[in-house]
Structures are given as C-alpha cells and as structure tokens.
C-alpha cells in the first residue's frame, strides 16, 4: 500500500484562539478521527463527539462555558458517538442536518439555518453523498465564513466512500456518489479560497480511499490538489471515485444503526465490562462460547489456544471491527498496563459485549496451565526455506489486493484478505504446513490465530519480518499480477 499523500502542510490547527472563538481539535489516533470544540462568549459547541466525552465537559468547565450544541455531521459508522450522553450531561440540543431521523430527540436543521454561538454563527450546510444526511457546519465570524467541519464529505486530499448508506434500487452507490459530486461543487467549492478545512477523519481512516496526512488545509489548497475538486464530469467523477474502492469493516453497519438508535452511555458501560476476573472465572466464559481476544504485542512466549491475536500496538480498532463480529461475547487478555486503553477502544467501537479481563494476565494464564497451541515461531530465513519438502508447505497471503498488485507476492502464494480468511477456509488446506505473512508481520499473527482457533495444526510464522523482507533479501521467487 502506497504511503497516504502529504496535501496540506501539517498545520498545527489543533487550538484557534480570538477575542470572538476558541477552537481545540480532538485528534484520536486509533481511529485516525477528529472531533472538535468551538466556544464563543461562554457558550460552546462539540462536533462529532466520541463516545468518551468527559473532555469535552472538562474543558468547557475549565473554561466556564456551557455547551449549546451537540452538531453531528451523520450517523457515523466507524465510531459510536457520545451526542445522547454529552446533551444529557449538558442540556445541549443534538443537531444533525436536513433529512436526519433518529429514536432520540434531535434538532434537524435546515439547509442553510444559522446557529447561534455567543458572537459567532454556525451554518449548516447540507452536503448529501457520504450519506443523505450529511452536513458540513461553516463558523461564521463577523459576517465572514472562517472554517468549515466537513465530517466524511472532504477530506485531505479525499472525499467520503459512498457506499455507506446504500437502501437497493431506491438509493444506489452511483445515485450517492452523483449526490456527493454536487455537493462538492455546489456548496464546498463555493466557500472562499482562504476558509480553513477541518475534516472528520485523517490518513488511515476507512472512512475515504486514501486520506491524505495532515490535520486541517485550506479551500484553495484543495482545489488545487484534491483530485475530487478537479475537473471533470460527473460520469468521470463517479468513477474515479468507486473505482479501487475496498470494502467497508464490517461493524460500519453496526455502528450507523447504534449511532440513530441511541447507544448505552459509556460511563455506565464502562463501570459493567471493565471487570477482572479470576483464572476459573475467565475460563468458564470460554467453555460457555466467549471469544479470547489476546492483544498482547509479543506472542512467542505462548499462543493461546482458540484466542485471536489482536495487538493493542497493531491497530486494534480497525482489525477487530474488520476481523470479529460487535456482538461477539469476548475475554480479554492484555498487559495489565494496556487493559483499560483497549477495553475503552473496544467501546468507542461498539463492542459492548466484554464480559472482562483475565487478572494477572498471560502469567496467571499459563501459570493455571491455560491451554496453549502449538505453532512454529521462526526466523524469516527458516520460514521461507521449504526446498527439503516443498509438497508439504503452502503459503498464505494476507494482504490486499491492492498490495499484490503494487509488490507482487511469493510465487503460487493462497492469497485471502485478513478478514476472510475464516469464510476461505476451504481454500487453506489443513493437512499442509501454512507458512502465513503480509506485509511486515503484524497481520500474519492475526492470520495464524485465526487459523488456530479453526483448528489448523501445522500453523508456521516468521518471528520477525514480513513480504518486504523476503523480496529485498531475495529469499523467494516473487510473482507479479
């Protein structure tokens, strides 16, 4: 996969202070999502909250101010909001744009309306595409557009997937994607050259094909070096668009209907499911269906039996929402240091369904003589050389198509997608060894528990290392799409 371009200069962005507005700029890196804060003369809004929303509520006690409004630019699908708890905290009013139907009292505003914020305004500017609903939100400062909050309709170098909302022949990808190239043009392209872009998600986010790094830019930047922006008809728009476009993580769908129908509050939540649990307790869930997940970083000192491997440091979010079904009952085995962080990262997704934490972790595990599966650990040469046998090896590609295409693979490689691997079972032979990799070896881990937990034997892994490896240091023959 190609490095996400550079389209803005990374602006500090992250705080704008006048004698008329403040502005602070969430980032949450594990989401690659932003969220912000405006206030003007003591009152505030939030947009686009997370699920954990006591910093915002601290920062407008700190700053004795009170916040309005709670402006939410859709019903997000790759994080679960926290616009319910935040108003009832608050007494704030949840906003979402024209066409917005939720189970929960929300303002739907009009295409235009104005928003009062102590001595600024905030418009609402309905730009459908992403989804019907979504909107982008214009501070408004002495009569002067200033920055506009573009939620999943612009992003750096980008614009949001159109496949989200998608309801059969009565609303189709192309008919959301023709939606979002009007938006663009009729209302984001008409904003002044110096407005200063703040998007709802930065590079890596599943929420756009390929986000550009940075946290805020310009209109006229934009326009310039966003490929969306350019030119072109409206036929060659949608298909530049959709064209190499991945599928979404599957908790996106579960996330959009928890986002209308109105979540569990987190600091309830989290008082339920941040549980340790004893050896006996832990195991007892397993007998009963739950799932490990293990999200140590470094498995060589014992692979659990039937976990799947998830590490707090490889992206957690994105590969459980991608890898493990949000209602699954699951088990957590972390690093007690790690276990809050990823029991939280967990809710901000959705996964409500945690019954707990082993206590002690890894060592209480295997101290109990929790069972272990038995895998091969080896180097990245030991790995590759299969020359004394090679009938009874095979190997398994977990990468992208993406990234085959670009690299190439090792020739006569079984090549799944991470996430499918446990529905290609069939293409992955049980009485081989199954030399799994990717890119580097994160997700070759997560490959091999997988294989595991569906009762695969003969499971082999580099202890260090991935594909790049093996092509630079020529270790095996490369095949090429």
Not at 114 to 132: A, C, E, F, N, Y
Not at 217 to 231: D, R
Not at 265 to 271: A, E, H, I
Not at 327 to 337: S, W, Y
């Amino acid at each position: 996969m190609k490095a996400p371009q550079q389209i803005c200069e990374n602006r500090p962005g992250e705080k704008v202070e006048n004698q008329d507005y403040f502005i602070q700029q969430y980032h949450i890196e594990c989401l690659s999502t932003f969220s912000y804060y405006i206030e003007s003369k003591g009152e505030a809004c939030v947009i686009d909250p997370l699920r954990d929303i006591e910093q915002y509520v601290e920062l407008a006690k700190d700053r004795n101010a009170k916040i309005r409004w709670v402006l939410e630019t859709h019903f997000h699908a790759d994080f679960v909001s926290g616009h319910r708890e935040l108003a009832a905290i608050t007494g704030a009013t949840i906003v979402y744009g024209p066409t917005a139907m939720a189970n929960f009292p929300i303002k739907q505003a009009e295409d235009g309306e104005l928003l009062p914020l102590g001595s600024v305004q905030i418009r609402v500017d309905h730009t459908p595409g992403h989804t019907m609903e979504s909107s982008c939100f214009v501070l408004i400062n002495q009569g002067k557009d200033h920055s506009v909050y573009t939620g999943d309709t612009l992003f750096l170098g980008e614009v949001g997937r159109p496949d989200l909302a998608v309801k059969g022949e009565e609303l189709t990808v192309e008919m959301l994607a023709s939606y979002l190239y009007d938006s663009l043009r009729n209302k984001i392209m008409k904003l002044n050259d110096d407005v200063i872009v703040f998007p709802g998600h930065g590079a890596g986010s599943s929420c756009g094909k390929a986000i550009g790094t940075g946290k805020s830019c310009t209109i006229g930047i934009q326009k310039q070096k966003n490929y969306a922006l350019q030119p072109m008809s409206k036929e060659e728009f949608i298909k530049k668009l959709l064209e190499g476009m991945p599928k979404p993580p599957q908790y996106f769908f579960h996330d959009a209907k928890l986002n209308k129908c109105g979540p569990n509050d987190l600091t309830v939540l989290l008082n339920e499911v941040l549980k340790p649990l004893e050896f006996e307790q832990f195991m007892a869930f397993v007998k009963s269906g739950a799932t490990i997940l293990d999200t140590r970083p470094n498995v060589t000192e014992g692979i659990i039996d039937g976990a799947i491997n998830i590490s707090f440091m490889s992206g957690l979010v994105n590969f459980a929402g991608n890898i493990i079904k949000p209602e699954t009952r699951l088990v957590i085995m972390a690093k007690q240091g790690d276990v809050q962080d990823t029991i939280l990262r967990l809710l901000r997704i959705g996964y409500d369904n945690i019954l707990g934490y082993l206590q002690g972790g890894f060592e209480v595990y295997k101290a109990n003589g929790g069972p272990l599966a038995t895998v091969k650990i080896v180097s990245l040469v030991e790995f590759c050389d299969v020359k004394a046998d090679p009938e009874n090896h095979v190997f398994l590609d977990v990468r992208g198509p993406g990234e085959h295409k670009e690299m190439g693979f090792v020739k006569g490689a079984i090549r799944v997608l991470l996430p499918e691997v446990e529905t290609n079972l069939d293409k992955i032979p049980k009485d081989k060894f199954v030399h799994v990799y990717c890119k580097t070896g994160g997700r070759a881990k997560m490959g091999m528990s997988l294989l595991v937990k569906n009762g695969y034997k003969n499971v082999v892994i580099a202890q260090e290392g991935g594909f790049i490896l093996i092509k630079e240091k020529q270790l095996m023959e490369i095949e090429y799409i």
